[in-house]
Nanobody
Framework: VQLQASGGGSVQAGGSLRLSCAAS??????MGWFRQAPGKEREFVAA???????YYSESAKGRSAISRDNAKNTVYLQMNSLKPEDTAVYYC???????????????WGQGTQVTVSS
């Protein structure tokens, strides 16, 4: 099983980015995104189930949209109105446990850097 994340980059505050994560090897009930800033713990951003139930952190709610294409086994994270505090390495993850915590996921992508400048 492999998760390949892409779409990170550098943007100015207020800009947008779309992250993608393609899973190979098998399908998963839950696919999600976490992020980790330097010196901080990995934190939940958003997740979506196979049946398209969506979950968001308070910081992501209203500014981000998670979606998935089950035929392509791919999850997307559209991030809008980005702020400097969104700067972090973003990790995609897949699993079948609790959506809010890293331990609920069995597989992780390599991470993609998102940098938001003011």
């Amino acid at each position: 099983v492999q998760l390949q994340a892409s779409g990170g980059g550098s943007v100015q505050a207020g800009g947008s980015l779309r992250l993608s994560c393609a899973a190979s090897g098998r399908a998963f009930n839950i696919m999600g995104w976490f992020r980790q800033a330097p010196g901080k713990e990995r934190e939940f951003v958003a997740a979506v189930t196979w049946s398209d139930r969506r979950y968001y952190s308070e910081s992501a709610k209203g500014r981000s949209a998670i979606s998935r294409d089950n035929a392509k086994n791919t999850v997307y994270l559209q991030m809008n109105s980005l702020k400097p505090e969104d700067t972090a390495v973003y990790y995609c993850a897949a699993g079948s446990g609790t959506v809010w915590v890293p331990s609920g996921y069995d597989y992780w992508g390599q991470g993609t850097q998102v940098t938001v400048s003011s």
